[in-house]
């Protein structure tokens, strides 16, 4: 089945600078990758996804890439402020075992704790 | 707020006991999927439900259990449990069960803690 690698499980940044996360996933057939916020103690929250027919998509100071040869999609947040602060999951989508759907399901990467110092 | 809903909040029960979590999906979403995330730990995927039926299985312990209802709710049945059980549990929602990419919308969790 999938397995998503995330990198790294913590990262720390001044206010201002940018964080990248990175994201490496195993099985060619997936086609769906979502980016997950999570507060302390809080529920995920999707923040930005991406399908494999795009190879980047923008949404103000968030941006995501997807590079499908190398199976591997990136988180860019811009102009960090202090409230960024959390911890960030990437995911992908799984396929149906010799079937051209997926599941629905979502397999997550391991998170990457992001602190932004004011 | 994500419009999936999950009950109770909080539980604190002992050990070898047996718990059940409730979860409403999203108005139109035919798909539960329940997670649980451990202290600084990931998202463990447990058991997906389409309209009603198993649609896929992660890595459930046997004392584990759910099912979805004709109405789309869904429980999660944990018994005998162990210390090792404290953790999140998360349900999410999506429309589909099968075709999509679409996003899970997750609800607020319920945190279980085994004394």
């Known amino acids: 089945g999938e397995n998503v690698e995330q990198h790294p499980s913590t990262l720390s940044v001044q206010e201002g600078d940018s964080a990248v996360i990175k994201c490496t996933y195993s099985?060619?057939?997936?086609?769906?990758f979502p980016w997950y916020k999570q507060e302390l103690g809080k529920r995920p929250q999707l923040i930005i996804d991406?399908?494999?027919?795009?190879g980047e998509k923008k949404d103000q100071r968030i941006a995501v890439t997807l590079n499908k040869t190398a199976k591997h999609f990136s988180l860019h947040i811009t102009e960090t402020q202090p409230e960024d602060s959390a911890v960030y999951f990437c995911?992908?989508?799984?396929?149906?075992?010799?079937?051209?759907?997926?599941?629905?399901?979502?397999?997550f990467g391991q998170g990457t704790t992001l602190q932004v110092k004011p | 707020d994500s419009g999936v809903t999950q009950t109770p909040k909080h539980l604190i029960t002992a050990t070898g006991q047996r718990v059940t979590l409730r979860c409403s999906p999203r108005s139109g979403d035919l798909s539960v999927y329940w997670y649980q995330q451990s202290l600084d730990q990931g998202l463990q995927f447990l058991i997906q439900y389409y309209n009603g039926e198993e649609r896929a299985k992660g890595n459930i312990l046997e004392r584990f259990s759910a099912q979805q209802f004709p109405d789309l709710h869904s429980e999660l049945n944990l018994s005998s449990l162990e210390l090792g059980d404290s953790a999140l549990y998360f349900c999410a929602s999506s429309p589909r069960g099968t075709g999509g990419n679409s996003p899970l919308h997750f609800g607020n969790g319920t945190r279980l803690t085994v004394t």
């Open positions: 995911a992908a989508s799984e396929r149906v075992r010799g079937g051209s759907s997926n599941t629905g399901k979502l397999i």
């Open positions: 099985d060619s057939a997936s086609n769906y």
């Open positions: 991406i399908r494999s027919n795009v």
